[in-house]
T-cell receptor, first 114, second 113 residues
Framework: NAGVMQNPRHLVRRRGQEARLRCSPMKGHSHVYWYRQLPEEGLKFMVYLQKENIIDESGMPKERFSAEFPKEGPSILRIQQVVRGDSAAYFC????????????FGDGTRLSIL | SQKIEQNSEALNIQEGKTATLTCNYTNYSPAYLQWYRQDPGRGPVFLLLIRENEKEKRKERLKVTFDTTLKQSLFHITASQPADSATYLCALGSSGGYNKLIFGAGTRLAVHP
C-alpha cells in the first residue's frame, strides 16, 4: 500500500522559471489538498481538488499558481515565473472522503529559488 | 481573523514523564480537531481526531481533550520516550462540507533520556 507520493523531493529553479510539483494520492483517495510550509511555520492551505475539479483555491495566490487533478495521472501544482519568495516546502495530502477524515501526507517537495 | 496558537517554545521533558501540549484558537468554531506529528524533512502523520461533541479521546499512550468553551485542546503523551521527540501540529476542521484543515505552527517536543 503505497502512501502519498510526491516528486521531486527537491527542486531548484532560477527566478523566472516554472516549477511543477507532482502528487499521486493514496490508492482509492479522490480528494487532494496542497499546503505550503515555511521554516518554523505551520502548513498553510492552498487548494483542494477532486478528480477534474477545483473545489477550493482560496489559499492559492491568484497569479502564477495553478493546480489540477486530471482524470488520469497525478495532481500537479504549477508555479510560473518563480520568485525567491516561492521557496518553501510544498506538501500534498489525500483523503478518502470529504469530511472528518484524517489526511495522509506525502513527504513534500522542497523548492529552492536561486 | 481565525487564529491558532500552539506553544511556540520547545517543550523539554524527561523520559517517562507526561508531555502536555496546548492548542488554543480564536474566531473559529471547528467541527473537529486533529493532531499530527511531523519529523524533520517528513510530512505530517495523523495521530488523533476529536469531534466537537467529544470531550476526550485516547489511543495507546496518547490522549487529547477538546473544550469548545475554552476554545482549547490539550494533547498528552504519557510515559514519554525519546522516540516521541518531534513537532506536533494541531489542525482545525470545519463543518463546511469538506476536509479543509487550518494548522497551528506546531510545538517541538524533546524527550531526554
Amino acid at each position: 500500500n503505497a502512501g502519498v507520493m510526491q516528486n521531486p523531493r527537491h527542486l531548484v529553479r532560477r527566478r523566472g522559471q516554472e516549477a511543477r510539483l507532482r502528487c499521486s494520492p493514496m490508492k482509492g483517495h479522490s480528494h487532494v489538498y496542497w499546503y505550503r510550509q515555511l521554516p518554523e511555520e505551520g502548513l498553510k492551505f492552498m487548494v483542494y481538488l477532486q478528480k477534474e475539479n477545483i473545489i477550493d483555491e482560496s489559499g492559492m495566490p491568484k497569479e502564477r499558481f495553478s493546480a489540477e487533478f486530471p482524470k488520469e495521472g497525478p495532481s500537479i501544482l504549477r508555479i510560473q515565473q518563480v520568485v525567491r519568495g516561492d521557496s518553501a516546502a510544498y506538501f500534498c495530502a489525500s483523503s478518502p472522503d470529504r469530511v472528518d477524515q484524517p489526511q495522509h501526507f506525502g513527504d513534500g517537495t522542497r523548492l529552492s529559488i536561486l | 481573523s481565525q487564529k491558532i496558537e500552539q506553544n511556540s517554545e520547545a517543550l523539554n521533558i524527561q523520559e517517562g514523564k507526561t508531555a502536555t501540549l496546548t492548542c488554543n484558537y480564536t474566531n473559529y468554531s471547528p467541527a473537529y480537531l486533529q493532531w499530527y506529528r511531523q519529523d524533520p524533512g517528513r510530512g505530517p502523520v495523523f495521530l488523533l481526531l476529536i469531534r466537537e461533541n467529544e470531550k476526550e479521546k485516547r489511543k495507546e499512550r496518547l490522549k487529547v481533550t477538546f473544550d469548545t468553551t475554552l476554545k482549547q485542546s490539550l494533547f498528552h503523551i504519557t510515559a514519554s520516550q525519546p522516540a516521541d521527540s518531534a513537532t506536533y501540529l494541531c489542525a482545525l476542521g470545519s463543518s463546511g462540507g469538506y476536509n479543509k484543515l487550518i494548522f497551528g505552527a506546531g510545538t517541538r517536543l524533546a524527550v531526554h533520556p
